[in-house]
């Protein structure tokens, strides 16, 4: 069993930077995709990014491309998430996933077997 706990969040303002952080436990980090997802108020839940387990590979929705910057550190067993440049519109809760199952990332919520608790980001305009 995966445990994941997000930290990091808060209130900014528009073009301020946050990071976001994810630890896991309870299983083999080292050996699986990780993603963040997030979920606005009103509105379903969507991928943000996405790494497989090496960090050697990473996809983005077009969204946040340029501007995000996803990268693991598996000795800490943990994923980060730079956000730079952040806009009202990225205000939502964001949440970290794990896919033990796959190799590869994936932009899927499905393909994410376990999930942390979010973590709320605020962006003030």
């Known amino acids: 069993q995966v445990q994941l706990v997000e930290s990091g969040g808060g209130l900014v303002q528009a073009g301020g930077s946050l990071r976001l952080s994810c630890a896991a436990s309870g299983g083999t980090f080292s050996r699986y995709p990780m993603a963040w997802f997030r979920q606005a108020p009103g509105k379903e839940r969507e991928f943000v990014a996405a790494i497989n387990w090496s960090g050697g590979n990473t996809a983005y929705a077009d969204s946040v491309k340029g501007r995000f910057t996803i990268s693991r550190d598996n000795a800490k067993n943990t994923v980060y998430l730079q956000m730079n440049s952040l806009k009202p519109e990225d205000t939502a809760v964001y949440y970290c996933?794990?896919?033990?199952?796959?190799?590869?990332?994936?932009?899927?919520?499905?393909?994410?077997?376990?999930w942390g608790q979010g973590t709320q980001v605020t962006v003030s305009s």
């Open positions: 996933a794990a896919a033990p199952k796959y190799f590869s990332v994936s932009r899927f919520q499905n393909a994410y077997d376990y």
